[in-house]
């Protein structure tokens, strides 16, 4: 009697499985959805991208660090879709003897509204300590394609392990303006360099604050994954990168800036910062946590006040109103390590996906990247904060 009822249940389950509709294929499955309309500029079969920088007149710039790819020029202006050296090769080459003279490892470019591109230089390939004189920003004319002047940073604000990676200008402040840069050193201590741009002196503020450098208990997930850095060898470090994006308020009374290792923004008055008289204990108190916005690489301001932090854990980019709200702007799968971002005249935030957490350092020595890597755009409908 039992054998009969199981073989009875058997049948009903078979029939009802039998009459069941087709299961959907994969590709027909619910899956999250895209934010903003995304639209690739450009793309990159070389080495990876990290900056971006679009003039007032259009044109558009990017960068490629030497942190290991083969890089024939770290600096190019995209000419018919494809990047050339920029300005000319001779430039993007290391001059023996001459840290200033010839580029070395660009980080960041930055149109500055004025008809001028200014390039972040790192001088430390592949990570390593800067080299003594090699760090510094270069101003070009792009009327005439020719470089106007060389600052090199200081020695009394760099140390072993700084690595100055982003930049913002203000031409309102100072004799002939101020540059601000964030010092993302690896050892998770960073800070926020002020230069006068007159005189090439500068200053390191907010060295080792919190709001300048690693959080210690900051685990980032990306791809699903933890992320840590993870060497041919075996060994494990966690991902700890210091103040990284920086944003300068349309009036430039406020910088906003944040640690790569890190899901906060900050603001401080850039009054305090570039004044000299300012203690840092008086500083550090006046910075300003404005809560989380996820993990960044890039920030920007457009003319409204509003400020843009990519997202590099969810493929995405916020943006935070003058109110304090945050609304997501772009999110899409392409969007594999959202990292530096540029506002251009047309209205549009154009930013670089360079697939930065698949490289080799943080996958046991595989590279994971797939080419090519990409500029995309997204539109805004807003234009830069002004620098003048």
């Known amino acids: 009697m039992i054998r009969i009822a199981s073989a009875v249940a058997l049948a009903m389950a078979s029939a009802s499985l039998a009459a069941a509709p087709p299961r959907p294929a994969p590709a027909d499955l619910p899956a999250e959805d895209a934010v903003g309309a995304l639209e690739q500029v450009a793309a990159f079969d070389g080495p990876m991208p990290t900056g971006v920088a679009v003039s007032e007149t259009g044109r558009i710039f990017v960068n490629f660090p030497r942190w290991g790819d083969a890089v024939d020029f770290t600096v190019a202006e995209l000419v018919d879709g494809r990047a050339v050296a920029y300005p000319d090769v001779q430039r993007n080459r290391a001059v023996a003897g001459d840290p200033a003279a010839g580029f070395i490892s660009v980080q960041s470019v930055v149109a500055d509204g004025r008809g001028h591109l200014w390039v972040l230089d790192t001088?430390?390939?592949?990570?390593?300590?800067?080299?003594?004189?090699?760090?510094?920003?270069?101003?070009?004319?792009?009327?005439?394609?020719?470089?106007?002047?060389?600052?090199?940073?200081?020695?009394?604000?760099?140390?072993?392990?700084?690595?100055?990676?982003?930049?913002?200008?203000?031409?309102?402040?100072?004799?002939?303006?101020?540059?601000?840069?964030?010092?993302?050193?690896?050892?998770?201590?960073?800070?926020?360099?002020?230069?006068?741009?007159?005189?090439?002196?500068?200053?390191?503020?907010?060295?080792?604050?919190?709001?300048?450098?690693?959080?210690?208990?900051?685990?980032?997930?990306?791809?699903?994954?933890?992320?840590?850095?993870?060497?041919?060898?075996?060994?494990?470090?966690?991902?700890?990168?210091?103040?990284?994006?920086?944003?300068?308020?349309?009036?430039?009374?406020?910088?906003?800036?944040?640690?790569?290792?890190?899901?906060?923004?900050?603001?401080?008055?850039?009054?305090?910062?570039?004044?000299?008289?300012?203690?840092?204990?008086?500083?550090?108190?006046?910075?300003?946590?404005?809560?989380?916005k996820g993990a960044s690489d890039g920030l920007e301001a457009d003319a409204g006040g509003a400020v843009y932090a990519s997202d590099y854990e969810h493929n995405a980019i916020h943006r935070r109103d003058v109110d304090g709200s945050w609304h997501t702007i772009a999110h899409d799968p392409r969007m594999l390590w959202p990292d530096s971002l540029a506002i251009g005249p047309d209205g549009w935030l154009y930013f670089t996906a360079n697939q930065l957490h698949r490289q080799p350092g943080f996958q046991g020595g595989s590279d994971l990247r797939r080419r090519p890597y990409s500029l995309f755009r997204v539109r805004i409908d807003a234009a830069p904060a002004p620098t003048h």
């Open 123 to 292: 001088a430390a390939p592949g990570f390593a300590a800067p080299l003594p004189g090699g760090a510094k920003l270069v101003e070009i004319d792009l009327a005439g394609d020719r470089v106007l002047r060389t600052l090199p940073f200081p020695a009394d604000v760099m140390r072993p392990r700084s690595y100055v990676n982003d930049v913002r200008f203000d031409f309102r402040a100072g004799e002939g303006g101020v540059a601000y840069v964030t010092d993302s050193s690896l050892s998770g201590r960073g800070a926020i360099i002020v230069m006068d741009l007159a005189r090439g002196t500068a200053l390191r503020r907010l060295d080792g604050h919190r709001s300048t450098s690693a959080d210690p208990g900051f685990v980032p997930i990306v791809e699903g994954r933890r992320m840590q850095a993870r060497g041919a060898d075996g060994v494990v470090h966690a991902f700890t990168v210091a103040s990284d994006g920086i944003a300068l308020s349309p009036d430039g009374a406020t910088l906003y800036f944040s640690p790569l290792s890190s899901r906060h923004l900050y603001a401080v008055p850039t009054a305090l910062l570039r004044d000299a008289a300012v203690d840092e204990a008086t500083l550090a108190a006046a910075v300003r946590d404005l809560g989380e």
